[in-house]
């Protein structure tokens, strides 16, 4: 398994952008999909993005309440995923997680939290209307 700790988030007014990162520790770290979800006060933790393997290529799945606003990417040397969040809203509050798991996922199996093994301690993001 590898490790993940987010940083990166913060207090923000509707409108503002805001970039999250994910550092993860592990020499496998390119053979694993990694996901964003969140988590708002009161609610199921829900699926933001993910970013795979595909064949070929790699191929990115967003949550159809960020899709267009939300960008996830990965630097395989630094062994870093960054979450680019634009036109933040007061929806978007939560507590953002970074989860990992070796393997690749379809666009419906990325959504399923059950497949991440691991897990970051989160990452407050409150965006203020």
């Known amino acids: 398994q590898v490790q993940l700790v987010e940083s990166g988030g913060g207090l923000v007014q509707a409108g503002d952008s805001l970039r999250l990162s994910c550092a993860a520790s592990g020499r496998t770290f390119y053979s694993h999909t990694i996901g964003w979800f969140r988590q708002a006060p009161g609610k199921e933790r829900a699926f933001v993005t993910a970013i795979t393997r595909g064949t070929p290529g790699i191929y990115t799945h967003y949550a159809d309440s960020v899709k267009g606003r939300f960008t996830i990417s990965r630097d395989n040397t630094t062994n870093t995923v960054y979450l680019q969040m634009n036109d933040l809203k007061s929806e978007d509050t939560a507590v953002y997680y970074c989860?990992?798991?070796?393997?690749?996922?379809?666009?419906?199996?990325?959504?399923?939290?059950?497949?991440?093994?691991?897990w970051g301690q989160g990452t407050q993001v409150t965006v203020s209307s």
């Open positions: 989860a990992a798991f070796a393997g690749f996922c379809s666009r419906t199996g990325c959504r399923d939290r059950r497949l991440f093994t691991s």
